[in-house]
């Protein structure tokens, strides 16, 4: 007697995901985020007359640079540009050197109050800046530090050193200590198991947290024009010259808004490779 085998059972086609309500909220995310930008660009180069008429058109008649030309004569942009680059950069070299320190003793050793810390360091981030103008300029004042660089840094490394901090931990955190403790078998010291295994792993995300700290420095504002006069004024403190009792220049201010950006985006086209593994490397744990 021979048996015939079971014919296997039809398989029902999976059903496809729908991803075109996806596709779409995508879509409205992009242009959301994406025409701010793209008017800036529009006002820039359009005449000064088309930025300010009641019925704007979203493609520029005349291309112009003239705005441009405005927008350089206007309080010396080149100062402002050079010391929101001393300051920016000032603090993510700083911030990145005690803050990889921080992190690492964080995440690494375990010390009485270290949960006071991370606490902490949690809770800095919740202070409203508004809240702090006072104390920092009455403190400022005091060590003599107002109306300079010096004491912008200071003050910027307040809320941008807990975030580096953070940032970095969660890089940290991701890399197995297995790893430093098998170089430490293999004859190297603590410090040098860090730097020849854990920095070069923690490289992306050391740029991705750089990144983030100098656009924060580099677009703060409100500080800026309450600490620094105005020959000391940075660059989002010059846009402001572009409003004057007259009224509002706004095709010379996207102008400059558009030059003010110009070092940011190349900082980013320069690491977005490093930054986009940073960015997946600290997403998962921490």
């Not at 003599?144 to 200071?154: A, K, N, R, S």
């Not at 703060?220 to 620094?228: P, S």
Request: positive net charge; glycine residues 8%; aromatic residues 12%.
């Amino acid at each position: 007697m021979t048996t015939t085998a079971a014919a296997p059972a039809a398989t029902r086609p999976r059903r496809k995901k729908p991803k075109l309500g996806w596709n779409i909220l995508g879509l409205l995310v992009f242009v959301t985020i994406g025409f701010p930008v793209y008017w800036m660009l529009n006002t820039a180069f359009k005449p000064a007359k088309d930025a300010i008429d009641p019925n704007p058109h979203f493609f520029p008649s005349v291309f112009t640079l003239d705005n441009f030309h405005r927008a350089l004569k206007v309080a010396d942009f080149w100062g402002p540009i050079g010391r929101s680059a001393i300051v920016s950069l000032s603090v993510v070299a700083i911030g990145l050197v005690v803050g990889l320190l921080a992190a690492l003793a964080i995440s690494r050793f375990a010390f009485r109050g270290r949960k006071i810390v991370i606490v902490g360091i949690l809770a800095v981030q919740m202070v409203p800046l508004v809240a702090m103008i006072i104390p920092v300029f009455l403190l400022l004042n005091d060590l003599g530090q107002y109306d300079q660089l010096t004491g912008l840094i200071i003050t910027y490394l307040t809320f941008i050193l807990p975030f580096t901090v953070w940032t970095l931990r969660g890089f940290i955190v991701n890399i197995p200590k297995e790893l430093e403790e098998a170089a430490m078998v293999d004859g190297c010291s603590r410090t040098g198991a860090f730097i020849r295994v854990v920095f070069p792993l923690l490289a992306p995300g050391m740029v991705a947290t750089s990144v983030y700290g100098f656009i924060q420095a580099w677009n703060e504002y409100l500080y800026a024009l309450m600490l620094m006069s105005q020959q000391k004024q940075t660059a989002t403190v010059w846009l402001s010259n572009f409003t004057t009792q007259h009224g509002t220049e706004y095709a010379p201010m996207m102008a400059g808004s558009t030059m003010m950006a110009v070092p940011v985006v190349l900082l980013f086209l320069l690491v977005q490779r490093k930054m986009a593994a940073g960015l997946t490397a600290g997403a998962v744990k921490g």
